[in-house]
């Protein structure tokens, strides 16, 4: 045998002895585990996943890792500095409800429909009886109102409807200045004329009026409903005529641009509400005003519709209830239950208005 070979095999053999004793070692005495080192992590989160924070690089001193691909967002303990209610720094949106004020009204009104939101009046058994004022049909802008909210006397020329009164000028002839309020445009509403606003609209007037002599003094809350039909399909729609002059007084407050394109605006609402307070007890025994006394309540809803006279007032009657949801206004709020009587079981509500206004008007 070659002394290269011998060599050969000796090193063969050694490697192998070494292997044996490396394996009976690891085999005899195993090693302790040791602890292995966390690594930061980053946990990617789909876009779509909610409260996450999108976060455009992140790096570690001890790993750098770079920013996830765009449209990943990951999961980040530390809320961004943001405060979305400092959009009022520019001014709050809205909505904004303005302030009807004048000597025979009070309520008010909606900018995005440029019609009253309710408007509510006090008639008691001396105001109805005064004649101090005429009646000059002096229809005008109500100016307290922003320019731009406006509704207009131009928009109702050539409409089909009447401007219709909300609180009734009849009901404010204790005052010039009074009747004369009743005539601004925030105390009006597109209302079919013939068959309604100079038919069974009016005569529910007459019959709010009359109440005077039943109660001595009588509250009433008036304004426009835009209220859903069911179509052909089964669903359920509110759909609305608007009519207007597409002339925008203020429109250069808006922008600068030539191209104004607005179209009309004034809604035409599909019902009215009536909500009547008979005040039984309206001032105590020392003339206060009482807040104790019982008070007929009266809920009224009619379609802005041809009406024919044949038809009974309680054919139109509802609970506060229904006008409140519809609304979503609050009308009793602050009146105790306990003092709540329902008017139509002491005043008839099942006669045609007309005959009623007649029977009510004997006993003044």
Same mark, same amino acid.
């Given at each position: ?120 009046? %006090?008639?008691?058994?001396?105001? /109805? &009886? ?5 009646? @000059?049909?002096?229809?005008? =802008?109500?100016?307290? #109102? ?113 191209? %104004?394109?607005?179209?009309?605006? /004034? &809604? ?5 509400? @009536?909500?009547?307070?008979? =005040?039984?007890?309206? #001032? ?81």
């Amino acid at each position: 045998m070659s002394r290269v070979r011998q060599a050969a095999i000796a090193a063969a053999s050694a490697a192998a002895g070494a292997g044996a004793a490396l394996l009976y070692t690891s085999t005899a005495q195993p090693r302790q585990p040791q602890p292995i080192k966390a690594e930061p992590t980053l946990e990617i989160i789909p876009p779509d996943s909610p409260g996450i924070t999108p976060i455009p690089d992140i790096r570690t001193k001890s790993l750098p890792i770079q920013a996830p691909p765009p449209g990943l967002m990951i999961k980040s303990s530390i809320f961004p500095n943001v405060k979305p209610e400092d959009i009022r720094n520019y001014g709050h949106p809205g909505p904004v409800a303005d302030e009807l004020k004048g000597l025979s009204l009070y309520g008010a009104y909606d900018r995005r429909t440029r019609n009253p939101l309710w408007v509510a009046e %006090h008639i008691t058994r001396e105001s /109805v &009886a005064q004649i101090n004022a005429t009646r @000059k049909n002096n229809f005008r =802008e109500d100016l307290s #109102i922003p320019k731009i909210f406006r509704a207009k006397v131009s928009d109702y020329v050539k409409c089909g409807y009447d401007r219709g009164h909300q609180v009734p000028a009849q009901d404010a002839i204790w005052s010039q200045k009074a009747i004369d309020d009743t005539f601004k445009m925030s105390n009006m509403c597109p209302q079919v004329g013939k068959g309604f606003n100079s038919g069974y609209w009016r005569h529910f007037e007459d019959f709010c009026r009359n109440l005077t002599s039943t109660y001595p003094s009588v509250r009433i809350v008036t304004g426009p409903l835009y209220l859903p039909r069911q179509g052909d399909d089964g669903k359920w729609r509110v759909s609305y005529e608007v009519i207007g002059s597409k002339e925008v007084p203020g429109a250069e407050e808006i922008s600068e641009r030539e191209d %104004h394109n607005f179209a009309p605006n /004034v &809604a035409v609402p599909t019902h009215f509400f @009536k909500i009547i307070y008979g =005040e039984k007890e309206p #001032i105590d025994e020392d003339g206060n005003e009482c807040s104790t006394g019982e008070v007929a309540l009266g809920a009224f809803v009619l379609p802005n519709a041809v009406i024919e006279n044949n038809k009974k007032l309680a054919d139109f009657e509802v609970d506060v209830a229904h006008i409140e949801r519809a609304s979503g206004l609050e009308f009793v709020k602050k009146l105790d239950p306990k003092r709540q009587t329902r008017l139509c079981e002491e005043v008839e509500c099942g006669y045609l208005v007309k005959q009623m206004n007649d029977k009510m008007k004997s006993k003044l």
